[in-house]
């Protein structure tokens, strides 16, 4: 009986240990099926103009979802992936947030993907779709600069408000409102038709991997200093 109750007591108290080595494995699986799908996709890009979900993606959106009512909710959500509007938001958390480790942390951020971004996008050179294209954009496709450096900005984000917000239903409202906004940046590149889907989803799957590597650097070297 005795012994029974220590390895219960003993199981107890190792429970937080068992939980944060369960959390690390899934987190870097996490990464490792990212990059793998992002390079599977790459590939498929380099042997292919567009794949199969690019003409999904297309089809889809001007079938079901184009018309006059959507398209400036498509132009105004797009703005909260631009450069713009994130250094904005980087730059007054930064004057707000009292930790201004965790501010300078926001900002390395937002400078660190959007540097990966460009020269992914410089090395990739993947041209933007031709056709039809509501708002006129410059320069390379493949991944996705809002896609990806929205995940990762507003990402990062979430993962602060979850740490530090103690009000659990403010905490939980505004990070599905940011998740909500991080996907519809990624569908309103597609219905102003200045990225293919592909370019969409392998901005999503670079972020992904980006934010898991960002998140476990800063929390190691700066939040939990």
Known sequence: ?????????????????????????????????SLLIFIIITESVFKKEYLEIDIFGYQFVSKYLINDFLTPIAKFITEFGS???????????????KNKKIGVAIFSNLWLVALLNYLLKNVLQRKRPIGYQIIKE??????????????????????????????????????????????????????LGVHYTSDVLAGFLLGISYLIVYISVTKKFVLEK
Do not use: C, E
């Open 83 to 97: 450069g713009v509007v994130m250094i904005f938001v980087a730059f007054s958390l930064l004057l707000i947030i």
């Open 138 to 191: 410059t320069g390379y496709s493949f991944p996705s600069g809002h896609s990806m450096v929205s995940l990762a900005f507003y990402g990062y984000l979430i993962y602060l408000i979850y740490k530090y917000v103690k009000n659990k239903y403010l905490k939980w409202t505004i990070i599905l409102l940011l998740s909500i906004l991080i996907i519809a940046i990624g569908i309103s590149r597609i219905y």
């Open 1 to 33: 009986m005795l012994s029974s109750k220590l390895k219960k007591l003993y199981n107890k108290k190792d429970l937080p240990k068992i939980k944060v080595i369960l959390l690390k494995s899934i987190k870097w699986l996490v990464l490792f099926i």
